[in-house]
């Protein structure tokens, strides 16, 4: 990984940290000051983002840095910790949400100053958005699982808090106070269901899960694709943090000399390093 994509990737992490830290200060003072559940709720959700993105924020460091005595491979895999932690934290919030909302089920009333939690839910919904495509496109650019899971979360915000502020104007105009408690719960599940995602996605990286058959026929077309192959089988794959990582035998003419063999190996790796970036194939020469 270049010396930009490290600094792309740092700066992006940061800029979560200082949008969610926003977002906490700006809920939770409105919420509190107009007694309404649902934007408490979602203050809640904010600050579980913002220990979210300081941890995916160190995880991105730490992953950045090179191979060591302890660590041949890397700290790859720091970023798929990260990432389930993560999607355990959205599970937690989601828990929270539901055991405020189901409370005042019981005793319900209109909160008052809904105008201010209206605009504090619009810019939520425009900051997460903003934010969110960020995050996912230098994740996707860079290939970090840590900022394409906080993208993915705050993705996720951006519907959550539309909802709420749907639910607080409606709340607003026809003065049902059950709405309060029941944006909530409804905020609650949504936020469990990418949780459960996250969670299901984080499992297969930590547990060395393959690359989809789709995928895997791509790396196959690739390596067919080179002058010279002849076949290849026994393809392995799984993801490290920012790496795909690869091994295989590579089928070659009986008849070439190593030298030759070894130049058609590496035109291999070069162009599976140019379809997975840093891929680290590693590459068995069999004669065929």
Known sequence: MTTDEITLKRRTACLSVLSNTLLVIGKL????????????SEAIHSGVDLLAA???????????????????????????????????????????ILYEAVGKFFHPQVPESL???????????????IVS??????????GSEALKADGMHLRA?????????????????????????????LVALGILRVGYKMCRRSYDDLTDASLSDDEESKIGHIIMETPGVKGYHHLRTRISGSETIMDFHL????????????AISDKVESALQKKYGPCDPMIHLDPR
């Open 115 to 129: 105008n201010l939690a209206i605009v504090i839910m619009l810019a939520s919904s425009l900051i997460n958005a």
């Open 157 to 185: 915000d951006v519907w959550t808090s539309a909802a709420v502020m749907a639910g607080i104007f409606l709340m607003k105009v026809t003065g049902w106070a059950i709405l309060d408690p029941l944006i909530a719960c």
């Open 54 to 96: 300081a941890i995916a924020c160190l995880a991105v460091r730490k992953s950045c840095l090179p191979p060591d005595q302890d660590h041949d491979y890397g700290h790859g895999k720091v970023e798929n910790v990260s990432a389930a932690f993560e999607s355990l934290l959205i599970i937690v919030a989601a828990l929270s």
């Open 251 to 262: 089928e070659l003419d009986r008849t070439l000399p190593l030298s030759q063999a070894h």
């Open 29 to 40: 003072s409105i919420g509190i000051l107009t007694g309404t559940v649902s934007l408490i």
């Open 133 to 142: 495509a960020r995050l996912y496109y230098v994740g996707e650019k860079t």
